[in-house]
């Protein structure tokens, strides 16, 4: 059954209606128009959902609507802009990251979310704070790099 709710995502009220039972990644991608996060395993396993909910990273193909309430919801388009970048996506680029970019979304949004507590981290704790991510292009030691670098830019 659905329900008229409002979704405040990336700073934005977005009126939607829907069941809420619905994973919060098909409101952002159906209803709130975004191209991020993506649906990866729909299991929580890989990362490629991972969105901010009130600072914390969750997975969006698990979370349901009902969960969210009055929460507010940052997804990778409210990281940074072009103009003013998360230190995460600068290094990202200047590490030379991205391959087919499907995974960008969980890495990025999940190492935020760590570097925003963990201002100097080792790089163990930044090995165990990712270790739940997936990406089948391989670039976990370019993206172990793009941490590390971000953590210094932000430190």
Same mark, same amino acid.
């Given at each position: 059954m %659905?329900?008229?709710?409002?979704l ?15 994973p ?9 128009g ?12 890989c990362?490629?959902?991972t ?21 507010k919801?940052? %997804? ?12 995460l ?5 200047e ?21 925003r ?7 163990a704790?930044?090995k165990?704070?990712?270790s ?10 370019s ?13």
């Amino acid at each position: 059954m %659905t329900q008229k709710m409002s979704l405040n995502v990336n700073g934005q009220t977005h009126a939607i209606e829907a069941d809420p039972d619905m994973p919060l990644l098909y409101a952002l991608r159906n209803d709130v128009g975004l191209n991020n996060p993506h649906f990866g395993c729909g299991l929580a396993q890989c990362g490629a959902c991972t969105v901010h909910l009130d600072g914390q990273p969750v997975r969006s193909c698990v979370t349901p609507l009902s969960a969210v309430g009055d929460g507010k919801v940052v %997804t990778l388009a409210g990281l940074g802009t072009p103009e003013h970048p998360h230190p995460l996506q600068t290094a990202y680029v200047e590490e030379e990251v991205p391959q087919c970019g499907y995974c960008i979304n969980g890495w990025l949004m999940t190492a935020a979310a760590f570097l925003r507590d963990n201002k100097n981290p080792t790089e163990a704790q930044i090995k165990e704070a990712l270790s739940g991510l997936k990406c089948r292009c391989g670039t976990h030691m370019s993206i172990l790099r793009a941490v590390k670098r971000a953590a210094t830019m932000m430190g």
